[in-house]
C-alpha cells in the first residue's frame, strides 16, 4: 500500500463545475502539500498546510489530521485548470512523499 | 526575484557516459532537494540537503548516483555510467526549511535522454 493515495486517478470535468480531488495517507506528518503540474512539466506549489482549510482564488484545500485526509477543491474550474494535481507529505525525515497525481481535463 | 534554475534544460547522452546535472536554488533557500519523474510516473524522491549536508541518500537509485552542494547553494547531481533506465525529468526544488514545514520552489527540470 502506497504511503500516500490520491483519488481519482482522472477525472474529466465541464466548465463550470465544482472537482473535488482526495489525499488519504498513512504515514505521520508535519504538513501536506498540493502541486499542480502543467502539461509542459512545471510544478508549482499551490499549498501547504497543517491544519484547517486555505484558500486561494478558486482552489481550497482541506485536512483533516485525525482521519489523515486532505481535500483539493476548485470552484467554477476552467479549461486552464487542466493539469495533474499531486499531493504530498512532509515526512519526518524532511523529504517529500508524493502521491500518483490526479490528471484533471476540464472541457470547453 | 530568481526562482530556482536548472541546466541544462535537456540533455542526450550515450550509455556509459557520466552527466552532471546542475542546479541553482533561490538565494536564502536553506533546504535544496531533487527528484525524479519518468515517463508517466510519480515523482520520486532523491536526496536533499540542508545547507551543504545531506542528511538522507536512501532514495539515490543506485551507487552511480551522487550529489553534492557547496557553499549552501548550486548543487550538482552525478550520475556515473548512464543507463537507460535513467532516462527521466530530474526536478530540483528549494525551501527555506525542511519540506515539510515549508513551502517548495520547483526549478524546470533537466529532462535526461540516456541513447
Known amino acids: 500500500k502506497n504511503e500516500v493515495e490520491q483519488s481519482p486517478q482522472n477525472l474529466t470535468a465541464q466548465e463550470g463545475e465544482f472537482i473535488t480531488i482526495n489525499c488519504s495517507y498513512s504515514v505521520g506528518i508535519s504538513a501536506l502539500h498540493w502541486l499542480q503540474q502543467h502539461p509542459g512539466g512545471g510544478i508549482v506549489s499551490l499549498f501547504m498546510?497543517?491544519?484547517g482549510k486555505k484558500k486561494h482564488g478558486r482552489l481550497i484545500a482541506t485536512i483533516n489530521i485525525q482521519e489523515k485526509h486532505s481535500s483539493l477543491h476548485i470552484t467554477a474550474s476552467h479549461p486552464r485548470d487542466s493539469a495533474v494535481y499531486i499531493c504530498?507529505?512532509?515526512?519526518?525525515?524532511?523529504?517529500?512523499?508524493f502521491g500518483k497525481g490526479t490528471k484533471l481535463s476540464v472541457k470547453p | 526575484g530568481a526562482g530556482v534554475s536548472q541546466s541544462p534544460s535537456n540533455k542526450v547522452t550515450e550509455k556509459g557516459k557520466d552527466v552532471e546535472l546542475r542546479c541553482d536554488p533561490i538565494s536564502g533557500h536553506t533546504a535544496l532537494y531533487w527528484y525524479r519523474q519518468s515517463l508517466g510516473q510519480g515523482l520520486e524522491f532523491l536526496i536533499y540537503?540542508?545547507?551543504?549536508?545531506?542528511?538522507?541518500k536512501s532514495g539515490l537509485p543506485s551507487d552511480r548516483f551522487s550529489a553534492e552542494r557547496t557553499g549552501g547553494s548550486v548543487s550538482t547531481l552525478t550520475i556515473q555510467r548512464t543507463q537507460q533506465e535513467d532516462s527521466a525529468v530530474y526536478l530540483c526544488?528549494?525551501?527555506?526549511?525542511?519540506?515539510?514545514?515549508?513551502?517548495?520552489?520547483f526549478g524546470p527540470g533537466t529532462r535526461l535522454t540516456v541513447t
Open positions: 526544488a528549494s525551501s527555506l526549511g525542511l519540506a515539510g514545514e515549508e513551502e517548495q520552489y
Open positions: 498546510l497543517s491544519s
Open positions: 540537503f540542508q545547507g551543504n549536508s545531506a542528511p538522507d
Open positions: 504530498a507529505v512532509g515526512g519526518s525525515q524532511g523529504n517529500l512523499i
